[in-house]
């Protein structure tokens, strides 16, 4: 095992590329090392994306989900959460509060459903916000797997972006928070990734850090797995326990969530040093674990933002984890207290400005 002395974190810090072992280094490095990893990544930025956070407004449009994954707060067979689903005109408020406060871009998040009905609704309902806006917000899609059909239908209707976390790049660990069945398939989560990008989206996926059976060479291999991917955004966050799940049950396995906390901010800062010019998330769950924790994010390596604007009555039964933070606050709350925040931690608002990844320009402009 290779020791790690912060002459050697300086020492990776200058390499061109990050091997597996450098980027283990740098995951294992002490509060003096860490910070010497912070620097730099604040450096690369300010240098390639500069000191502005984008906004995106998160909807959350629906949390009815026909799937199952082992870890979440509103799989199919949990009954606590009372299911919904918004109706446009309520999404479309949301989306004229999203428009009119300059946010420029949407996020559309949900369960994953893959009926007809379903797709066919998104469809209708990305032409009535692109109707509504001029078809000036940029629109992120997040609700799962879906055909390539079904994603070209999306994108033709006026999505722009789409996330699709691959939640681990190991396929051993994936089918550990899975079950391995034609719902739940690493190949095929893998495949609608790799659709989502030779469609054209702006292609976004992200993991969870710190897992039950996770570990360094696991995310290592995660912040490798971005890179040869060559994906345009990225959000990652802590993994947040949820009683009512039964990924639950290796609770005692987890690590404390101030290490997954400080784990994620190292995610996040040797992403930013690996992939200079992509668009990365300060995820919610950060919030969760740390009141400011968004803020740090953004101040070390991320530079986008969702303020959740689901409306207030509908956000307690969007849990996906415990402690989610703003169930009560309503949209105006949310954006009020963040703009004040994220000055401190150095950033300005784009407002009005869509916030695009300049390396999904960059990429196809290849
Ligand atoms: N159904 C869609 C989108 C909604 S879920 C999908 O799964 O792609 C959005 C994300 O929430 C998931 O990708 C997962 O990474 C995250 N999530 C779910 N449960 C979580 C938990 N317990 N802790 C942290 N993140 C969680
Ligand atoms: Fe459904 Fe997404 Fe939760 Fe999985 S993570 S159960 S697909 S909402």
Redesign the pocket.
């Known amino acids: 095992m290779i020791k790690t002395t912060n002459k050697n974190i300086k020492k990776i810090l200058l390499k061109k590329e990050l091997t597996k072992e450098d980027i283990i280094i740098l995951l294992s490095s002490d509060i003096e090392g860490r910070n010497i990893l912070y620097r730099k990544s604040a450096e690369i930025k300010d240098k390639y994306v500069g000191r502005t956070s984008y906004y995106r407004g998160l909807i959350e449009f629906s ?1 009815i ?5 082992y ?6 067979d949990n009954k606590f959460p009372v299911r919904y689903e918004l109706d446009d005109e309520t999404i479309l408020s949301a989306v004229k509060f999203a428009f009119e406060n300059k946010f420029a871009s949407i996020v559309l998040q ?3 459903r893959n009926n007809n009905l379903f797709t066919k609704r998104i469809e209708n309902l990305l032409k009535k916000i692109n109707k509504l806006t001029n078809s000036q917000l940029g629109i992120t899609l997040s609700s ?1 797997e879906q055909s390539e059909e079904i994603f070209r239908s999306w994108r033709d209707a006026g999505a722009h972006r789409y996330l699709l976390r691959i ?1 681990t790049s190991n396929k051993d660990l994936y089918y550990k928070i899975h079950s391995n069945d034609d719902k739940h398939n690493f190949e095929k989560r893998l495949k609608a990734l790799e659709n989502l990008q030779k469609i054209g989206y702006q292609t976004g996926t992200g993991i969870m850090i710190g897992l039950p059976f996770q570990d360094y060479e696991h995310l290592s291999d995660d912040l490798l797995f971005f890179k040869n991917f060559d994906i345009d955004m990225v959000g990652m966050g802590p993994y947040i326990e949820h009683a009512e799940t039964p990924l639950f049950r290796f609770n005692k396995m987890l690590m404390p969530a101030k290490e997954r906390f400080n784990l994620t901010l190292k995610m996040i800062a040797i992403l930013r040093i690996m992939m200079k010019d992509i668009n990365i998330a300060a995820a919610t769950a950060l919030q969760a674990i740390d009141p400011i924790g968004r803020e740090k994010a953004i101040k070390i390596g991320a530079n986008i933002i969702m303020p959740n604007i689901t409306p207030s009555e509908n956000r307690k039964n969007y849990r ?1 984890y415990e402690n989610k933070p703003c169930i009560d606050e309503s949209a105006e709350d949310c954006t009020n207290c963040l703009e004040a925040r994220i000055n401190i931690a150095g950033d300005n608002i784009g407002y009005g400005k869509r916030g695009d990844s300049k390396h999904y320009f960059n990429r196809i402009a290849l």
């Open positions: 949390n989900c026909s799937k199952n994954c870890y979440c707060g509103i799989r199919r949900s369960g994953e799962g939640e996906l």
